[in-house]
């Protein structure tokens, strides 16, 4: 569909507009909009579950408590068996930071040392270079650096738990966001069908055609990538557990909740698991290849068999633009950010890709060239 140049502009400055003052408000109610937006997240996620339950004979209405319920039960039982099992390896964790950090300093000052004195000794005398480090050196220069980055993780741990306004936004996102994700269920295509009885006429079928787009991108992406980080979080935690890795199961936890990222979790996961694995193994190397031998199955896995089939190129994000959509989302709005950003990611993605497209086409862009066309 072709517009004029004044259309365009009128449309883009509609849009944008609209745009600025959605963000405005998100701004301004900040936490207070968190569960709601998070049971949309969740009724979106879960609609084709609802979809293929109706399929067996199931009204829209029980296939949605039956969902919900399942889900429900199954946030039960993650803080009832996981959560403290979670708190008390971080609290131990950010305790011993300090500890491995210098060790690990520490062993690769002994063994850089070693290694230089060995094979590249002469070559420093020649240039009057050779001054090796000591272990006390490398602890004065980062000593302080860790133990206050160890300080700060406990100080955020215990402003999480303790603190009253958070404990209530988080009693309320426990409470609303299953309320709000059960009636989005129930309505999802009513509500889809009086927003599109909503849009303008003229432009109907191309704003259409762009929430197509928008939502193969979302569907692709957020499910699949769930997906992807479960199946992560369980390979890592169990898998780093059984080889006998201290935080074993907070590692895998956190390398599977930050796969939402393609390639954060995975370098997460395998910097902590082989720091770890090098201090509590060391001078063997057995746990060390453990170590990097889980990580590295969970990574080729992920890499050559779930994205590909789950995920695929239906976002059309590069990754750098995902981390930053993220990093910025979760800047201005928190907890909220982090829930939308991938969603407005894609969709400012898909809405550049054809306003592009728009002025590839249009008179402003091609010049004096359109008209010399014979």
Known sequence: ???????????????????????????????????????????????????????????????????????????????????????????????????????????????????????????????????????????????????????????????LVSGGAALFNFLSLLIVTPVVAFYILVDWHRMIAKLDSWLPLDHRESLRNIAREINHALAGFIRGQSIVCLFLGIWYSVGLTLIGLDYGFLIGVVGGLLSFVPYVGSLTALVLSLSVALFQGWPSLKLFLLALGVVGTGQFLEGNVLSPQLVGESIGLHPVWLMFALLAFGQLFGFLGLIIAVPTAAAIGVIVRHLIGLYLTSSFYRGRSELETP
């Open 1 to 159: 569909m072709r517009f004029g140049q004044v259309t365009l502009e009128r449309q883009i400055l509609f849009w944008g507009l609209g745009l600025v003052g959605l963000l405005l408000i998100i701004y301004l109610l900040g936490s207070t909009i968190t569960p709601f937006a998070a049971g949309i997240v969740l009724g979106y996620l879960l609609d084709p579950v609802v979809l293929k339950l109706q399929r067996f004979g199931f009204s829209r209405l029980g296939a949605s408590l039956l969902i919900l319920t399942v889900f429900v039960l199954t946030v039960v039982l993650f803080f009832i068996l996981v959560v403290p099992v979670l708190g008390g390896q971080f609290i131990a964790f950010a305790q011993h930071l300090p500890g491995y950090a210098m060790r690990l300093q520490a062993i690769a000052v002994e063994e850089g040392n070693a290694f230089i004195a060995k094979y590249g000794g002469h070559w420093l005398d020649a240039l009057g270079l050779r001054q090796q480090l000591s272990s006390a050196q490398v602890q004065k220069s980062v000593g302080d650096f860790v133990a206050q980055s160890a300080q700060w993780l406990l100080d955020a741990f215990t402003r």
